[in-house]
């Protein structure tokens, strides 16, 4: 069983039968109380994160755990077909496994997955990815005004808001977690 000083940001633990990994925590101490230590949990396999504190989640265990980069190779219907970097294996993924990112993915790019006993536990992405604008409104010169956006639909299906001197063809990088501008990618 693993210690509060070994907790760390992007551990993987089992708890009551459920494997977690740790998105943040935190110590918080109020006066002469022991310190409390605060945990942000997300569930591999599709759950939603929780946050608790390190005595209501009493013991955990550290599961062993590898980063694999795949290359994203293309979509089978509803599933995506990835290859490892390393032994040109081919995995195909349901559209559960990767839940919020399809609209960031791009063929050809690589990908790091996290793995758990040599099974594919979730995909990591990126803080943000470039992709290609397929359909947007003409180039407007907005007078100065730097807070103006329209409505902008990039190659991998997602619509998104850009500035107003971006154009079809330009590559754009976004925000995965809230598909917000990044700036244009040169």
Not at 6 to 19: A, C, P
Not at 52 to 79: I, P
Not at 136 to 144: C, F, I, N, Q
Request: hydrophobic share 35%; charged share 25%.
């Amino acid at each position: 069983m693993s210690q509060t000083d070994q907790l760390h940001k992007g551990m993987v633990i089992r708890h009551e039968g459920h494997v977690y990994t740790v998105l943040d925590y935190r110590v918080a101490q109020t006066g002469k109380q022991r310190p409390t230590v605060h945990v942000k949990l997300g569930a591999l396999g599709g759950g939603r994160s929780t946050e608790r504190t390190l005595d209501e989640l009493g013991k955990f265990e550290e599961v062993a755990s590898e980063v694999r980069q795949m290359q994203y190779l293309y979509a089978a219907g509803k599933d995506h077909v990835f290859m490892d970097n390393e032994t040109y294996e081919q995995y195909t993924l349901g559209a559960d496994m990767l839940e919020d990112a399809k609209p960031f993915l791009v063929e050809e790019e690589t990908y790091r997955f996290l793995t758990i006993d040599g099974q594919i536990a979730s995909l990591q992405l990126p803080s943000t990815v470039a992709l290609e604008v397929v359909d947007t409104a003409p180039v407007e010169h907005s007078g100065g005004a730097s807070n103006v956006y329209k409505e902008a639909k990039l190659a991998s299906g997602v619509t998104v808001q850009v500035p107003l001197f971006i154009k079809n063809g330009d590559r754009i990088k976004i925000k995965t977690d809230n598909k917000g501008y990044q700036g244009k990618e040169h």
